[in-house]
């Protein structure tokens, strides 16, 4: 018997993934037959201080999702999963339905538990009733979260179940993405819109609203409902070191891959790390349930939000590159982008900038 140990970086080590590792630009990780006896340190690096979740419980989450489950009883689950692995930090959470407005989870300091139990409040498909045909506030339920933002303090992340539609309100006349900006002009928040959108329209709503600001995003909803990791960055990282003991017979577990760097202000892939990303697409297309996390950063130097900005690309130039050496779903290439957070190197040297200019890689294999 042996031990092979995995280091890992921006990511969750409950999700398997294994990260880069200096010493070679692709290496295949193999086991022996897996025995799951870890033992794993790990290291949270908070990046919000509070979250909020509107849940959509309108007529259109009567729709199928797969498999005979609707998108209303789908949504619970992905609640209960993202619950189930998000480390207790000091958070303060909120927990909303939309349709119509009402409180499950009071603004206050997260407890896994008792959010759960708010969890199991919320309207499912046998318990909500005559809910077919229910309208769609969502530029009121966003609104109503202004004077809870007000009492906050910190950055806040907010997280909306959405299929890009919605109720106009004639009186207010008010529209989503209306509301939204007059909460990013407002308060220090990021939007996670959940997408169950069906219509090019509906998603070019969602994008626009993701626009308002560079932390916020779109995530494709059936893409959270498989792997929980996809909302990983909007709260925190995690640096981990696992340690496995192994014995016969190998598979395949993962990949160790190393960083790429850019040049100051760039975003395009050097030469040399083409055939680094190359390996990536080529694994990606021979396991096709792993995945691949592409996190973003920057130096320290310029504005923060034009960081967040330069991050994001640069996880979308390798993501592109990848996609253009494989046939893989593109859901199965999750983007994260941190801007000038968690250094790995002293940006007062050229040196260490130039590391921590870089879009770090981590592959896992995705649950069925």
């Known amino acids: 018997m042996r031990k092979v140990i995995l280091l890992s970086t921006v990511v969750l080590v409950v999700l398997g993934l294994a990260m880069a590792s200096s010493t070679a630009a692709f290496e295949i990780i193999t086991a022996e037959d897996i025995k799951q006896n870890t033992v794993t340190t790990d290291m949270f690096i908070k990046l919000a201080d509070n979250f909020i979740v509107l849940y959509d419980a309108s007529g259109s989450m009567a729709d199928e999702f797969k498999d005979g489950i609707k998108k209303l009883d789908a949504q619970l689950r992905i609640l209960q999963q993202q619950n189930i692995i998000l480390p207790e930090l000091g958070y303060n959470a909120g927990l909303y339905k939309f349709t119509p407005f009402k409180t499950h989870y009071e603004m206050q300091t997260y407890d896994r538990m008792a959010f759960q139990r708010a969890i199991d409040t919320l309207p499912n498909t046998k318990t909500a009733g005559s809910f077919v045909g229910q309208p769609t506030p969502l530029a009121e339920g966003i609104a109503k979260l202004d004077p809870i933002l007000a009492k906050l303090t910190g950055k806040t992340a907010i997280f909306i179940f959405t299929d890009g539609t919605y109720t106009y309100n004639r009186v207010t006349k008010q529209r989503p993405l209306d509301a939204a900006k007059a909460l990013a002009a407002k308060h220090d928040v990021c939007f996670y819109l ?141 983007l994260q982008w941190y801007g000038a957070k968690n250094f790995i190197a002293d940006n007062d040297t050229e040196e260490g900038r130039f590391k921590n200019r870089r879009v770090e890689i981590a592959i896992g294999f995705q649950r069925d």
């Open 194 to 334: 959940i997408s169950s959108a069906t219509t090019p329209k509906a998603e070019k709503y969602l994008e626009d609203m993701a626009a308002l600001n560079e932390c916020s995003r779109v995530i494709p909803f059936e893409a959270l409902y498989h792997n929980p990791v996809w909302t990983v960055g909007a709260l925190f990282l995690v640096k981990s070191t696992v340690s496995v003991e192994t014995v016969t017979e190998k598979r395949v577990m993962g990949a160790k891959v190393r960083d790429i760097n850019f040049a100051w202000d760039q975003k395009a892939i050097k030469p040399g790390d083409h055939e680094n990303l190359k390996q990536v697409a080529e694994f990606l297309d021979r396991n096709p349930k792993s995945y691949v996390v592409l996190a973003g950063f920057t130096d320290s130097t310029g504005d923060p939000e034009y960081n967040l900005y330069l991050s994001r690309k640069r996880a979308e130039s390798a993501k592109n590159y990848i996609l253009e050496k494989s046939r893989i779903d593109p859901d199965r290439v999750v």
